[in-house]
């Protein structure tokens, strides 16, 4: 059942000066499963915050910690200077906002909006329900139900329900799964702008990686009830810390090889096939010296491909590999190929179409070449398949 979190009357929410979460051994267990593992986060004041993950993962779990929705099996969270732990949810400073709007349908777009004014008593609402139906750019359907309303479009009235009640946290749990994908990618936009118009912090759950990095300034990637990684999006995606990571987060090569030597600031690896690979020695996870066994990641758009006929045309210092195409797709925007190299058995490269070598087919021969300093390295003990379909199957 869809539940809506309301804001505090105006003397609660004034007790929690700012902003930020903070959780402090905070977790979650039933009988003896563990949802949330004992963690600490601390989400900043005024940003956009995601909490990102499969299913099961536990980010759900946590969100409803900070709503109030779930009482913690252990720890602490504070909004603000507010210890809100054993605070009923209609206390916490927070709304919530799931993926089921909960609009009221009887009621048209003004007042579901003015609801929650309404039940705090508040008499004069016009000027901020236009307000708030200005900032969602929904002004001129404010007499229309619900049911006359698009999916994107009653999202944004939920939004605009929830912050009119001026909560220091805005909590989303998978606001955006009931969207088609055309119209998901726009609300994506529009939530960003909403949350830097209104320079609250928004805490969404989310287990679109897409989606958590377009919105999101900071991204927790969490696995099994534990953060597996913290970070800027773009620091995640090229700076992964674990196999969970990258593969979960976009699409990773990850070969199998050893530490053969060093050369400059660089680590050598040898694999199955001719050759060796040069990966820089700061962008591996773990410390690595000679004989140890690494994985060397490479995203897939970071790879060049040229027909073999063409091999000289690779410049000098460059990652190189040999192999065969064993699949080509076009989407559009570029082609998805896998090739089949000896040190690795299907490699993943995504080439932008531009000036398409129909040379490129299911059974070419082929040079795949990158830039060294593309190549990040992470601890081979890991499960190469984690954060895959094939290790969640």
């Not at 690779?314 to 192999?323: A, E, F, H, K, Y």
Request: with cysteine; net charge negative; proline share 6%.
């Amino acid at each position: 059942m869809t539940q809506q979190t309301t804001a505090p009357a105006e003397p609660t929410a004034a007790t929690a000066s700012g902003g930020a979460v903070t959780l402090t051994g905070i977790s979650k267990t039933w009988g003896d499963f563990t949802a949330v593992q004992p963690l600490d986060l601390t989400i900043p004041e005024g940003s956009f915050f995601a909490l990102l993950g499969a299913s099961g993962c536990g980010k759900t779990t946590t969100l409803r910690m900070i709503a109030g929705l779930e009482e913690p099996t252990s720890g602490t969270v504070r909004i603000g200077d507010l210890d809100a732990t054993q605070l009923p949810p209609h206390k916490r400073p927070v709304n919530t906002v799931f993926q089921n709007y909960a609009l009221f349908p009887h009621l048209d777009i003004y007042e579901n909006v003015a609801f929650g004014l309404r039940r705090r008593g508040i008499k004069s609402v016009k000027k901020q329900v236009e307000e708030m139906l200005e900032l969602v750019e929904l002004g001129h359907l404010a007499r229309r139900k619900p049911h006359q309303l698009s999916g994107g479009q009653q999202q944004r009235v939920a939004v605009a329900r929830a912050l009119i009640n001026r909560p220091k946290v805005l909590l989303l749990d998978e606001p955006l799964g009931a969207l088609d994908l055309k119209l998901r990618r726009q609300m994506q936009l529009e939530l960003k702008r909403i949350q830097t118009e209104v320079g609250i912090t928004f805490v969404h759950v989310t287990h679109d990686q897409e989606e958590a990095m377009t919105m999101a300034d900071t991204i927790a990637v969490m696995n099994a009830g534990r953060i597996e990684q913290l970070g800027a999006p773009a620091d995640l995606y090229e700076n992964p810390v674990s196999t969970f990571v990258a593969n979960f987060l976009g699409q990773s090569n990850l070969i199998e090889a050893t530490v053969s030597g060093t050369s400059g600031g660089d680590l050598l690896l040898s694999g199955i096939g001719e050759g060796s690979l040069a990966m820089p020695a700061a962008r591996c996870a773990a410390p690595a010296t000679s004989g140890d066994k690494v994985l060397a990641g490479i995203r897939p758009e970071k790879i060049s491909i040229v027909h073999a006929d063409d091999a000289a045309e690779v410049p000098d210092g460059r990652n190189r590999l040999t192999g065969r195409i064993v699949d080509a797709s076009f989407i559009g925007v570029s082609t998805q190929y896998v090739v089949n190299s000896p040190w690795c058995p299907e490699l993943a490269v995504f080439s932008q179409n531009v000036e398409r070598d129909s040379r490129l087919a299911p059974g070419a021969e082929v040079v795949l070449h990158w830039n060294p300093a593309h190549t990040f390295g992470l601890d081979a003990a890991q499960d190469i398949d984690a954060g895959t379909g094939e290790a969640a199957a």
